[in-house]
Nanobody, 115 residues
Framework: QVQLVESGGGLVQAGGSLRLSCAPSKSIFSIGSMGWYRQAPGKQRELVAAITRGGTTNYADSVKGRFTISRDNAKNTVYLQMNSLKPEDTAVYYC?????????WGQGTQVTVSS
């Protein structure tokens, strides 16, 4: 089992920034890919960004150039830096971890961007 503790959500004005953090309960070296997903009301959960153990990243087209995902192995934490936020970025953001045997999800953190 892997527990994921997320933090960093909140309310921000359009154009502002937030940084989300996700700390797994096991060493980040034992986890393969980690990612951030989001789900807005009435919509399906979608991939925002992902990063492999080797550091390869993948982004949704809607966030390219604005969001950056990173892994800090020393702090055992994955971050999502979100800049130039837009009202359409408003959603619950979930951290996800993939191990060899299972996928794990965090509890979600609300991000609200006001216009």
């Amino acid at each position: 089992q892997v527990q994921l503790v997320e933090s960093g959500g909140g309310l921000v004005q359009a154009g502002g920034s937030l940084r989300l953090s996700c700390a797994p309960s096991k060493s980040i070296f034992s986890i393969g890919s980690m990612g951030w997903y989001r789900q807005a009301p009435g919509k399906q959960r979608e991939l925002v960004a992902a990063i492999t153990r080797g550091g390869t990243t993948n982004y949704a087209d809607s966030v390219k150039g604005r969001f950056t995902i990173s892994r800090d192995n020393a702090k055992n934490t994955v971050y999502l830096q979100m800049n130039s936020l837009k009202p359409e970025d408003t959603a619950v953001y979930y951290c996800k971890a993939d191990t060899r045997y299972a996928q794990y999800w965090g509890q979600g953190t609300q991000v609200t961007v006001s216009s």
